[in-house]
Every structure is written in C-alpha cells, then in structure tokens.
T-cell receptor
C-alpha cells in the first residue's frame, strides 16, 4: 500500500538557520504530494503541494520539489523564524482508477522548534 | 468564511459508551473526510463522504460509522468506545476531485476515553 516516511524529529534550530525535513514515499501510480503544518492547538493547514514530477511547491519561504526518481518531497527553508515552530506533515493523495478523491496518507510528522 | 468547524472541541467518555462528533464543511465544499490522529502520530484516514454516501473507507472497524446530511455537514459516530479510541479527530472538507485537490481541516475534537 501507499506510505510516507519522514525524518525522525524533533528538529531544533536557531533563528535564521537552514531547514530540511526529509520525506520519501511509496505509492502506486503518480500521487500528488503535500506538506501540511500544524501549529499548537490548531488543525492542519496546507503549506504547499506538487502534482507531478519535477514540480516545485512553494509558500512562505518553504519549498519542496517532487522527485519521482528518488520518490522524495523534501521540505526546505533558507532562514527559519521562531514563528515556524510547529509540526510538519508530509502527505500524498491516492489515485484510484485515475482519479484522486482526496484521501490523504500522512507521515508521522516532524516537530520543529526554532529558538531566538 | 468560517472554514471547517467541528464540535465539540473536547470530550470525555467512558469505555463502552457511544460518541457523536460533528463537522460543518467550508462553504462551497461537498466532500467531507474524517481522520484519527493519535498523540505523536500523523492522521489516519477513517472514511470520506460525498453526496451523502460513504465513498472511501480506511482500515477502521465497523464501530466507526458516519453520515452526511443534505447541507454537506457530517457526523462521525463511534460505538463501544475503547481506551485506544482516545485521539484527536479531524474533519477535512474539499471540493471536486483530481490531482492536487486541497483538503481544509478543522481544529479537531479531542476525545478522551476513560
């Protein structure tokens, strides 16, 4: 079946440091890939997405590139801020009969803490 | 736009009881999905409702059931609660289908089974 594996956390960085959170996936077909963020006490918010190979999703300084050859979708940000402290989830949406109904398979999440 | 709203926010139930959680989708959305998020884990797909029918189901027992109403709102019912059902239950709504369909999540209902 489909699965998503994220790098184990937690990740602790100083403000303005470079961030990478690794994500690899296993899927049949060509799923869409997502990064969601969960701030304390809140639900999940979509951070960025990519729907086909070599697509780059970007938002709020975060980027991730859909790499079909390595089945990866690593999240990066050049300079993190304290306000980026949250839990980050990599996810894929499954394809059934050529159609995506939006069912998401998530990784286990990576806790990011950024210190001033 | 109120976004996806869930009620209640917190709930404490006794083992063996039944519980109903509610979700109102984002305006214009016709599809509702439910997820269970155990502490420290990623959300797990329970099922999805579209046009008042269950369209997809994850690997959850029949104790988990749902309903979608004509106004697209939805309920998640869990019977014979177990301690292991303690989790954050997330509702997500979306519109349409196809690659990259975005799901919007509510803040969740924290269920504690004692």
């Amino acid at each position: 079946g489909n699965s998503v594996t994220q790098m184990e956390g937690p990740v602790t960085l100083s403000e303005e440091a470079f961030l990478t959170i690794n994500c690899t996936y296993t899927a049949t077909g060509y799923p869409s890939l997502f990064w969601y963020v969960q701030y304390p006490g809140e639900g999940l918010q979509l951070l960025l997405k990519a729907t086909k190979a070599d697509d780059k999703g970007s938002n709020k300084g975060f980027e991730a590139t859909y790499r079909k050859e390595t089945t990866s979708f690593h999240l990066e940000k050049g300079s993190v801020q304290v306000s980026d402290s949250a839990v980050y989830f990599c996810a894929l949406s499954e394809i059934s009969g050529g159609t995506s109904y939006g069912k998401l398979t998530f990784g286990q999440g990576t806790i990011l803490t950024v210190h001033p | 736009d109120a976004g996806v709203t869930q009620s209640p926010t917190h709930l404490i139930k006794t083992r063996g009881q039944q519980v109903t959680l509610r979700c109102s989708p984002k305006s214009g959305h016709d599809t509702v999905s439910w997820y269970q998020q155990a502490l420290g884990q990623g959300p797990q797909f329970i099922f999805q409702y579209y046009e008042e029918e269950e369209r997809q189901r994850g690997n959850f027992p029949d104790r988990f059931s749902g309903h979608q109403f004509p106004n697209y709102s939805s309920e998640l019912n869990v019977n014979a609660l177990l301690l292991g059902d303690s989790a954050l239950y997330l509702c997500a709504s979306s519109f349409g289908q196809g690659l990259g369909t975005e799901a919007f999540f509510g803040q969740g209902t924290r269920l504690t089974v004692v």
